[in-house]
């Protein structure tokens, strides 16, 4: 459905037989209250491992935050057989094939929209989506049905969408923090927001 994301693929897949190179799968369960949604697998991050945000920066962050908050358990180590779960969460992409440097088109946005789409219909207990950067929130408002100009992107924004609330963050990158838009104390509100709104 997207050549040039699987052209891509096919040239890692040469490259480095022993990693992942398909499209990334949600990762937590169809029954979790909180869905978290980032722009798409990294190359040497979930990509390689086939679980997202897993093995590179981003992943930390994330999952060290929702692990602080109850939405994890075990140690996470950064592979898929370190035995850290989630809790009560799942965590997917808007886009499921790693693109050339980290930046998928338009189109191909568009294209992977019915998959996200299905995710969040596959989760009847959902309450709360965070949404990990303005493409990640773009898609899943557009699949929520919230207009764009009623719901705009803004680092701990929230949206609502019937049952559903939708929750906004930078993206938890390398870039996002070295440069100080993102502070793991600003991500942390946002996460621990997401918290009190579910426990009430």
């Known amino acids: 459905m997207c050549p040039r994301l699987a052209a891509f693929r096919h040239h890692w ?12 799968p949600t990762f937590g369960v169809s029954d979790a209250r909180l869905l ?25 962050l994330l999952y060290t935050t ?4 109850g939405f994890a358990a075990g140690k996470y180590e950064a592979r898929t057989d370190d035995g850290f779960t989630l809790v009560d969460a799942a965590v997917s992409n808007a886009v499921r094939c790693v693109p050339p440097e980290n930046k998928p088109t338009p189109a191909e946005i568009r294209t992977c929209r019915p998959f996200l789409e299905a995710t969040i219909a596959g989760m009847p207990r959902l309450r709360a989506i965070l949404a ?9 408002a557009a699949v929520l049905g919230l207009k764009a100009a009623a719901a705009k992107f803004a680092h701990g924004a929230r949206h609502e969408a019937g049952a559903v609330k939708l929750f906004d963050s930078y993206h938890c990158s390398r870039l ?25």
């Open 66 to 69: 929702l692990s602080r908050f």
């Open 36 to 60: 978290v949604v980032g722009l798409a697998p990294g190359l040497r991050g979930a990509n390689r491992t086939g679980r997202p945000f897993t093995g590179d920066y981003a992943g930390e």
């Open 176 to 200: 996002n923090t070295n440069t100080g838009r993102l502070t793991e104390a600003m991500f942390a509100d946002v996460v621990g927001g997401i918290r009190r709104h579910l426990d009430t």
């Open 132 to 140: 990990l950067g303005k493409i990640a929130h773009d898609s899943v």
């Open 13 to 24: 897949r040469a490259a480095e037989p022993g990693w992942f190179n398909a499209p990334v």
